[in-house]
């Protein structure tokens, strides 16, 4: 037998051992004893002078691990961090931005709307939420939108048209552009107020 292969079964069986020491009896061969076992465990292999290089050697790998369990951990903080920071950001992005958005499912129901669709449908947010985007719009604009909304569903790419919106007995021209969401069923459509008389 090579000198790496005695060396690789002689680790092994010292971690073998350290192992047996851990696991209270009784328990299956995968079970792990408390914290205070494994440290009396590698004080007992460390208090042999048989031992006790081994002892150390696994001593120093928990203590890499250790530091580098501690890194990782420290990394996946700070990755928290700023997908909490980006996040607050895409939120702020879509409530406060000048233009009327809304999640629709695939029947146009709004799940979603930021403050510039709520100012334009008028009333309150929760009573908008599902209700029908449609039922907002002219007769002639419900199926250019429902058109509009199952060319998005067929690609990822943007589509756009426009459709007239009626709100309190006036008629108001929009842009309306729908994107299909890639991760869900859902559809975003943007309408964005067109000044005719400008």
Same mark, same amino acid.
């Given at each position: 037998?090579?000198?790496?292969?005695?060396?690789?079964?002689?680790?092994? !069986?010292?971690?073998?051992?350290?192992?047996?020491?851990?696991?209270?009896?009784?328990?299956?061969?995968?079970?792990?004893?408390?914290?205070?076992?494994?440290?009396?465990?590698?004080?007992?292999?460390?208090?042999?002078?048989?031992?006790?290089?081994?002892?150390?050697?696994?001593?120093?790998?928990?203590?890499?691990?250790?530091?580098?369990?501690? $890194?990782?951990?420290?990394?996946?903080?700070?990755?928290?961090?700023? $997908?909490?920071?980006?996040?607050?950001?895409?939120?702020?992005?879509?409530?406060? @931005?000048?233009?009327?958005?809304?999640?629709? !499912?695939?029947?146009?129901?709004?799940?979603?709307?930021?403050?510039?669709?709520?100012?334009?449908?008028?009333?309150?947010? !929760?009573?908008?939420?599902?209700?029908?985007?449609?039922?907002?719009?002219?007769?002639?604009?419900?199926?250019?939108?429902?058109?509009?909304?199952?060319?998005?569903?067929?690609?990822?790419?943007?589509?756009?048209?426009? @459709?007239?919106?009626?709100?309190?007995?006036?008629?108001?021209?929009?842009?309306?552009?729908?994107?299909?969401?890639?991760?869900?069923?859902?559809?975003?459509?943007?309408?964005?107020?067109? !000044?005719?008389?400008?």
């Amino acid at each position: 037998m090579s000198t790496l292969a005695l060396e690789v079964q002689r680790l092994e !069986d010292l971690r073998h051992r350290a192992l047996t020491r851990l696991v209270p009896t009784g328990q299956t061969s995968g079970a792990r004893g408390t914290a205070s076992a494994a440290l009396s465990a590698l004080h007992e292999l460390a208090s042999s002078p048989v031992t006790a290089a081994e002892a150390l050697a696994v001593l120093h790998e928990l203590q890499v691990h250790q530091v580098e369990l501690e $890194l990782q951990a420290e990394e996946l903080r700070h990755a928290r961090l700023e $997908l909490e920071a980006t996040l607050a950001r895409q939120i702020a992005l879509f409530e406060h @931005a000048p233009f009327s958005y809304f999640i629709v !499912d695939a029947a146009l129901r709004m799940v979603e709307t930021n403050q510039a669709g709520v100012r334009l449908l008028g009333g309150e947010r !929760d009573a908008l939420i599902g209700c029908d985007l449609t039922s907002f719009l002219q007769a002639e604009s419900v199926p250019v939108l429902r058109q509009l909304l199952a060319k998005a569903g067929d690609s990822i790419s943007s589509s756009a048209v426009t @459709a007239r919106l009626s709100l309190v007995g006036s008629l108001r021209t929009l842009f309306a552009s729908v994107t299909r969401d890639p991760l869900s069923s859902r559809f975003l459509v943007t309408l964005v107020e067109i !000044d005719l008389a400008g």
